[in-house]
């Protein structure tokens, strides 16, 4: 039986795809490769489409017997969610409405889903707990939401089975150098940092020091792509075991600073990192850490990866053999 990945050729897809095909499972994968790249894929069979597309849905639903999707395809950038919430509707709430209604059809009935902590907006209390309030803060976590609504009423009306996994900031690279994060345009804080630190960018412009934490700059919870890619195995792996329905934080439960990651990339590049202070960043919460209390009790996850100064050089050493990422 082989296992259907939606958007694997994407950052945390091409990661998952690569630890399915270390463990020798089959592995079919769906990208319309509007954002991914396809020299991402160090296994499986590729079907070049879109969610959205029924015939080449039905296509990679007869021609592989699927028994269970690991679903990453995806719109994910919050800012541009505010500018076009319509984009992020029709293609993230849309585009798996068009897959939930294949899986039944096909009598697929399980689902491993790549959610975020955009889910929670401005948090209650740190850490935060899958019981914690959901209000998301903008219309890229709100379509998240949405889905993993959707796929509570498909589990109630027809057993479609899923566990969404709520992933705090991903960061890092595979071991293997061959694949790593590259999106364009970049908007994530450590790519960012290390393009600075290549000289590819003139400085790193800090979003805000005047949040109410110690040194003023936001506080995030950093987990090494890597560790995300071991979740989505352990998750499938639970369904196929019978699991229930679920919801899962995934983070290293520690949280670092703006300015702590400026620092610690100092440290791991041994180059100068030039900052400029800026305003705020709209939408972004002070504070997000994961309580990942479950994830590590009910799929025995440990994100042995997430430290953050091996996140930082791992990522490093991508970006200094890959500066132009996927583009050579
Ligand atoms: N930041 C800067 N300068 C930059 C880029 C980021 O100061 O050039 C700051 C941001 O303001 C934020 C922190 O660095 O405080 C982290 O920003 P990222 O853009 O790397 O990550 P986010 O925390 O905004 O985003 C992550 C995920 C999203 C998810 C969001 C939930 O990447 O997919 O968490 O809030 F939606």
Redesign the pocket.
Same mark, same amino acid.
């Given at each position: 039986m082989a296992v259907l990945v939606t958007g694997g050729a994407g950052y945390i897809g091409s990661h998952t795809v690569a630890a399915l095909h270390e463990r020798g499972e089959e592995i079919i994968i769906l990208d319309n490769l509007q954002q991914g790249h396809k020299e991402a894929l160090l296994g499986g069979k590729l079907y070049v489409g879109d969610l959205r597309d029924n015939d080449i849905l039905d296509k990679v639903f007869t021609e592989n017997e699927i028994d269970a999707v690991i679903h990453f395809a995806a719109n994910?950038l919050?800012g541009e969610s505010m500018k076009n919430p319509g984009k992020y509707y029709n293609n993230n709430v849309f585009g798996t409405l068009c897959l939930l209604e294949k899986m039944n059809e096909y009598n697929v009935k399980k689902i491993v889903f790549s959610s =975020?902590?955009?889910t929670y907006g401005e948090p209650e209390s740190v850490p935060i707990d899958e019981y914690d309030r959901t209000t998301p803060t903008?219309a890229?976590?709100e379509t998240k939401l949405a889905m993993e609504k959707m796929m509570k009423w498909f589990d109630v009306a027809y057993g479609v089975k899923y566990i969404s996994l709520r992933y705090?900031?991903?960061a890092g690279a595979h071991d293997s150098g061959k694949i790593g994060e590259a999106h364009d345009p970049e =908007?994530?804080?450590?790519p960012?940092v290390l393009e600075a630190a290549l000289g590819k960018r003139p400085h790193?412009?800090?979003?805000?020091d005047d949040y109410a934490t110690e040194d003023g =700059?936001?506080i995030?919870d950093y987990i090494h792509v890597s560790d995300l890619a071991d979740a989505h195995l352990r998750a499938v792996d639970a369904l196929r075991k019978g699991s229930d329905s679920a919801v899962y934080n995934l983070g290293s439960s520690h949280g670092f600073s703006?300015k702590e990651v400026i620092d610690i990339a100092r440290e791991v590049t041994g180059r100068e990192i030039p900052v400029v202070m800026e305003q705020r960043?709209a939408g972004?919460?002070a504070v997000?850490v994961a309580s990942s209390t479950r994830a590590r009790e009910e799929l025995g996850w440990s994100p042995d990866r997430s430290n953050l100064k091996e996140i930082i050089a791992s990522a490093w050493s991508w970006h200094v053999n890959h500066p132009n990422g996927y583009n050579e």
């Open positions: 994910s919050v =975020t902590a955009a903008n890229y976590g705090f900031n991903a =908007t994530h804080l450590i960012i790193i412009s800090v979003f805000g =700059t936001c995030r703006v960043r972004d919460p997000l």
